[in-house]
């Protein structure tokens, strides 16, 4: 294949794990908004160019999915709903944002370490794919755990799913990718609606999940 | 030929059911439309244990998936009869709108089609997709309540699930790559028959590593110790009918993905074996659960408790292997399954008569609801594994079988049942003992669901037809 097609593509899929790493620090929900939004753009472009050299026209779907469903409705939405629960104010994290991006390194690291070796037989192609999208992977649950907040959660969430879509792209010619994402926006689009329609805030007063532990209802 | 056809209705009778009734506004038609539908889906799986069509690209029907079907569609059909008598009493009292009983009834529906297509399927991807849509449909229907608590009972098992689900695909997508090398690609390197004949041709090392992705993945769905945390609440927090479908089904959907994928890995003499890592996840289910179910206050949560345990009973004997540990693993499943949803049928019942899931409330139910409370003691009975019920052979069978091979394991494994056993039968003894307390108002309960699946436990544990050996012990050979 092409190395400068090679490198474009490697470089959309380092690039993800670099928004990944941007998406770790953000301490404002706008811009962790805002950055999500990048970060679909940026999983749109790989997959197209996927389409590209992959000679897959299918896969070009899956791209504008991405771009139309995750970089502009979900992030539009999310704005509303952030500013309707008037909670545009800071995210509070868990563990400090320096000890986060460290652990972030060593996911990273672990998951070159992990897959580099295994995948020799797979294809240069699939093969840094896949260790870019289980970084992306292990990043995006760094996140859902070291947030409090819902819609950080759920924006930990979607970056698995960009994720997982890099790495389904990836591995040339896998038939049903168009429907998995297909599959996958419904989810995004549930949870998106399931922030609305549950209507977090109303019910508690707040969207911050450790407040939600008190109705476990298992005290007497 | 006709085979084909009951493939295709077994899918098209619960989606056409789906459609019909959420767009139906009257609630007494819906519960029947519903039990006419799952009897239908039932009788469907029943024709394809006979008649079995030539595996497609996407659908197979072969022994494993046969045994998965029946218990699923009965116990989905038995679940519908119940649900029926349940929600008319949480329509009486308000807790569910007509328009929310809409919605409850096309997910019911929705969720048996999501379970049935993922147990069909011949492809990892369609597989993944149909456990996403059947984990889906159980949120919405866990917060189907709208109480603060359902809602992060819902949150919770959606945050997770999710999770799961998103490592189940990574998995998925390893298996491919793997096969790619070998199969080519397309369609065939996702079919079940074509990865199981080729699976020794694959990279060891890809297959590895996508098996831990697909275990902790799938695992989170089965409810295995430390994945298991969303459980406890779903099952609480959500209509009973749907505690006892989860617990009686869509565990058993999940466990089902990850014993075909085991039996992938077991065709591959250089890739790791797959039973050491199940047995372990099995056996730490087993030892949480049991010790966890002393500190329960809600009974919902109890049972929830009692089903990871079960749930890791039945891992470890698949995690085993061998004929007789298969065997007891299936044995296992279908008596659990039983069992479970027979108990939940009577909690649910137990539990509006008394309004209260607290379990300091509800006491002397044998003197109160006798027909209610005697259902609770025999299904309390089976499930801590006690003779005469079905669920203590299996439990039998498992320890005497891994005690000739790992006594070790057997002896972790039945100090797990031993204290399981001391707290259900602790907590039974003031539920169904002693003075009543609360409401004793009448219940207007359906008692069938619940005798039936106790009787069929009770007929298990004393006489196993033949047909039903000859036939498990095909599946328990297979799964080697």
């Known amino acids: 294949m092409d190395p400068l097609a090679l490198d474009i593509a490697h470089l959309f899929a380092g690039g993800l794990v670099l928004v990944s790493f941007m998406l770790l620090y953000q301490d404002r929900m706008t811009g962790l908004v805002n950055t999500f939004a990048l970060h679909a753009l940026v999983v749109s472009l790989s997959v197209a160019w996927q389409a590209n050299i992959q000679q897959a026209p299918h896969l070009y779907i899956t791209a504008t999915i991405a771009l139309v469903v995750k970089a502009i409705v979900i992030p539009l939405a999310l704005h509303r709903i952030i500013v309707r629960l008037g909670i545009h104010r800071t995210i509070e994290p868990v563990v400090g944002i320096g000890l986060t991006m460290l652990a972030g390194l060593g996911l990273v690291a672990l998951s070159i370490m992990v897959m580099l070796p295994v995948t020799a037989q797979a294809g240069t192609l699939a093969r840094e794919d896949l260790a870019f999208a289980l970084s992306v992977i292990l990043l995006g649950l760094l996140m859902m755990v070291s947030r409090r907040n819902a819609v950080s959660q759920v924006i930990g969430f979607l970056s698995i799913e960009n994720g997982l879509i890099l790495a389904a792209t990836g591995a040339k010619g896998m038939p049903l990718v168009v429907e998995i ?40 | 030929m006709t085979g084909e056809l009951f493939v295709v209705a077994i899918l098209a009778v619960p989606a056409a059911a789906a459609a019909l009734l959420a767009l139906l506004p ?24 006979g008649e079995r069509p030539a595996a497609g690209a996407f659908l197979i029907v072969d022994d494993l998936n046969a045994v998965f079907l029946v218990i699923s569609t009965f116990v989905g059909f038995t679940t519908s009869v119940f649900s029926a008598s349940y929600i008319a009493h949480e329509l009486e009292t308000g807790r569910l709108t007509p328009a929310y009983l809409r919605f409850y009834h096309g997910m019911y529906q929705t ?17 993944w997709v149909a456990v996403e849509l059947a984990t889906l449909t159980t949120v919405l229907m866990v917060g189907i309540y709208r109480t603060p608590a359902a809602l992060e009972a819902a949150w919770k098992y959606f945050l997770l699930g999710s999770v799961g ?4 695909l990574f998995g998925t997508i390893l298996v491919y790559l793997a096969a790619r090398s070998v199969v080519g690609e397309g369609l065939d390197a996702m079919a079940w028959n074509v990865l199981v004949a080729h699976a020794a041709g694959f990279d060891p090392a890809l297959l590895n590593l996508a098996f831990v992705f697909l275990l902790l993945g799938y695992g989170t769905k089965v409810g295995l110790v430390p994945l298991h945390a969303w459980l406890p609440d779903a099952h609480a927090e959500g209509p009973t009918p749907i505690s006892a479908v989860l ?35 099995g056996l730490l289910s087993v030892l949480f659960a049991s010790f966890m179910l002393y500190r329960r206050q809600d009974i919902k949560r109890l049972f929830a408790f009692s089903s990871i345990e079960h749930m ?56 109160s609801h006798p027909v209610l409370g005697w259902g609770l003691t025999l299904g309390v009975v089976a499930i801590a594994g006690l003779p005469p019920m ?52 009448p219940s207007n309960a359906s008692y069938l669901p619940v ?20 036939w498990f012990r095909h599946v328990a050979t297979l799964l080697n």
Not at chain 2, 28 to 48: D, E, P, T
Not at chain 2, 111 to 127: D, H, R, T, W
Not at chain 2, 165 to 168: D, E, G, H, P
Not at chain 2, 328 to 348: D, E, Q, R
């Open chain 1, 181 to 220: 994402s297909v599959a996958f926006s419904i989810l995004v689009a549930l949870i998106v609606i399931g922030i609305f329609l549950f209507r977090i805030r109303e019910r508690f007063e707040t969207v911050d999940i450790h407040e939600l532990h008190e109705h476990r209802g298992e005290q007497p």
């Open chain 2, 26 to 49: 009257d609630g007494r038609a819906s519960a029947w439309i519903n039990i006419v539908a799952a009897f239908a889906s039932f009788g469907c799986a029943l024709a394809l244990v």
């Open chain 2, 111 to 127: 969720l048996m089609f999501g379970m049935n297509l993922a147990l069909l399927s011949n492809n990892v991807g369609l597989m």
């Open chain 2, 165 to 168: 689900i998103a490592l189940a």
């Open chain 2, 247 to 281: 617990s009686g089904l869509l565990l058993n959907v999940a466990l089902f993905a990850v014993l075909r994928f085991k039996s992938v890995m077991a065709a591959n003499p250089a890739a790791l074996a797959p039973g050491p890592l199940m047995v372990s996840l």
């Open chain 2, 312 to 367: 890791g009973i039945i891992t470890f004997a698949f995690g085993m292997g061998g004929p007789l540990a298969n065997f007891a693993g299936l044995l296992h499943m279908t008596l659990h399954s039983l069992t479970k949803s027979a108990i939940f049928f009577c909690v649910g019942h137990i539990a509006q008569v008394k309004g209260t899931q607290q379990m300091s409330e509800i006491r002397g139910l044998t003197v």
């Open chain 2, 390 to 441: 079905g669920i203590f052979m299996s439990e039998f069978l498992l320890i005497t079988s891994t005690f000739a091979r790992a006594p070790l394991l057997a002896i972790a494994l039945g100090l797990g049942l031993l204290v399981a056993l001391g707290a259900l039968l602790l907590r039974l003894n003031s539920l169904a003992f002693g003075e009543p307390h609360g409401s004793d108002r």
């Open chain 2, 451 to 470: 005798y039936a699946h106790l009787g069929l436990v009770f007929g298990a544990g004393i006489w196993l037809p033949p047909a039903v050996v000859a």
